[in-house]
């Protein structure tokens, strides 16, 4: 995985082999007006040990700082998404009740595509209304193995 953080928190965790991390990390240097380099931050850290922790099933809630950056419909929709319980899903128009816009069940899963924040912020929880995988954009393969991870199948 790639992250990318400033002082005040992670703001990207990317699957290094995404075709828009290349994108993202303009976008985020566009954003911020700075350039990206390698190097260490303060939160790099914490971040490793939570993810060690949480791929090897013992950390459920993520408490490294996170600083996402979007519109304030997205930030909303990540919000919701912070709230649904480990181990447990939703469907993208339980996610847009959550919001207070039902019948965005579009823009909600749109806001999950822009998520710069895999698994720390966990778009990956929300499911398609008939109960199905859709939409993630680390594969879904990836989407059925944080799930199976988190039901305690892996």
């Not at 909303?76 to 709230?83: N, S, Y």
């Not at 822009?114 to 680390?138: E, F, T």
Request: proline letters at 4%.
């Amino acid at each position: 995985m790639f992250a990318c953080a400033l002082a005040e928190g992670i703001c990207l965790l990317e699957f290094a082999d995404r075709e828009v991390l290349d994108a993202r990390l303009q976008s985020l240097s566009k954003q911020f007006d700075a350039g990206i380099i390698p190097g260490n931050n303060g939160h790099f850290d914490r971040l490793e040990c939570e993810l060690d922790a949480y791929f090897n099933g013992s950390l459920r809630e993520f408490t490294v700082p996170l600083y996402p950056s979007g519109t304030a419909f997205q930030k909303a929709a990540w919000d919701a998404l912070l709230h649904i319980p480990y181990g447990e899903s939703i469907s993208y128009k339980q996610q847009a009740e959550l919001v207070g816009k039902p019948k965005a069940i579009r823009a909600v899963a749109n806001a999950n595509g822009r998520n710069r924040m895999s698994i720390l912020i966990p778009c990956h929880r929300v499911i398609g209304a008939n109960g199905q995988l859709a939409g993630y954009g680390g594969g879904v393969w990836r989407k059925k193995h944080l799930l199976e991870l988190e039901a305690g199948q892996l």
